[in-house]
């Protein structure tokens, strides 16, 4: 069945920490994206790649950095710079970046600062 | 600024009723809207889509409504059922944009 698997489900960090939320899709799509949902904040665009080895800030980037050395993976990292990092974190693939296309969304991580 | 605005934060409908969920969009580069369900704890999946070239677009249950000129779209959910309680999202793209834009969401509650 081809998806996208996000880990890990529920994560636990203290402040000062660094962590790394993992993306993986069999998709093959070429695009991928982390969204960020808060309670009634919708979702909120992070930083996406259009293609491997290359990737944008979204609208909320800061204190996030992430990689795209392979098309399958998108790892996010949130770093300790991240001043409200506490959320559910959905990562997105679509086949293309461009045009009207759908994203198909992971399961989600949430992450919880202690 | 918000580009896609959900303006009910929740709506309850009885089973068996039609549920009618609305979102505005103030960008007009925007051509291409989707809807998608929301269960808690879970990624959003795709509902239904429609393209700026049409006014209406119909999947079984799901009809979603364009009005260009109002910025306005709507999704009508025909009979609702109790699986339809979840967070719905409008989302929306066009020329120039970063990926999709979403509204904050709809909780909607089909009473029994």
């Known amino acids: 069945d081809g998806g996208i698997t996000q880990s890990p489900k529920y994560l636990f960090r203290k402040e000062g920490q660094n962590v790394t939320l993992s993306c993986e899709q069999n998709?093959?799509?070429?695009?991928m994206y982390w969204y960020r949902q808060d309670p009634g904040q919708g979702l909120r665009l992070i930083y996406y790649?259009?293609?491997?080895?290359?990737?944008q800030k979204g609208d909320i980037a800061e204190g996030y950095s992430v990689s795209r050395e392979k098309k399958e993976s998108f790892p996010l990292t949130v770093t300790s710079a991240q001043k409200n990092p506490t959320a559910f974190y959905l990562c997105?693939?679509?086949?293309?970046?461009?045009?009207?296309?759908?994203?198909?969304f992971g399961a989600g991580s949430r992450l919880t600062v202690l | 600024d918000q580009q896609v605005k959900q303006n009910s934060p929740s709506l309850s409908v009885q089973e068996g009723r039609i549920s009618i969920l609305n979102c505005d969009y103030t960008?007009?580069?925007?051509?291409?809207f989707l809807w998608y369900k929301k269960y808690p704890a879970e990624g959003p999946t795709f509902l239904i889509s429609?393209?700026?070239?049409?006014d209406k677009n119909e999947d079984g249950r799901f009809t979603v409504f364009l009005n260009k000129s109002a910025k306005h779209l709507s999704l009508h959910i025909v009979p609702s059922q109790p699986g339809d309680s979840a967070v719905y999202f409008c989302?929306?793209?066009?020329?120039?944009?970063?990926?999709?834009?979403f509204g904050k969401g709809t909780h909607l509650i089909i009473q029994p």
């Open positions: 998709l093959n799509h070429d695009a």
């Open positions: 429609i393209s700026s070239i049409k």
């Open positions: 997105a693939s679509s086949i293309r970046f461009a045009g009207a296309n759908v994203l198909t």
């Open positions: 989302a929306a793209i066009g020329r120039g944009a970063d990926g999709l834009t």
């Open positions: 790649s259009q293609i491997v080895n290359d990737f």
């Open positions: 960008n007009s580069m925007f051509d291409y």
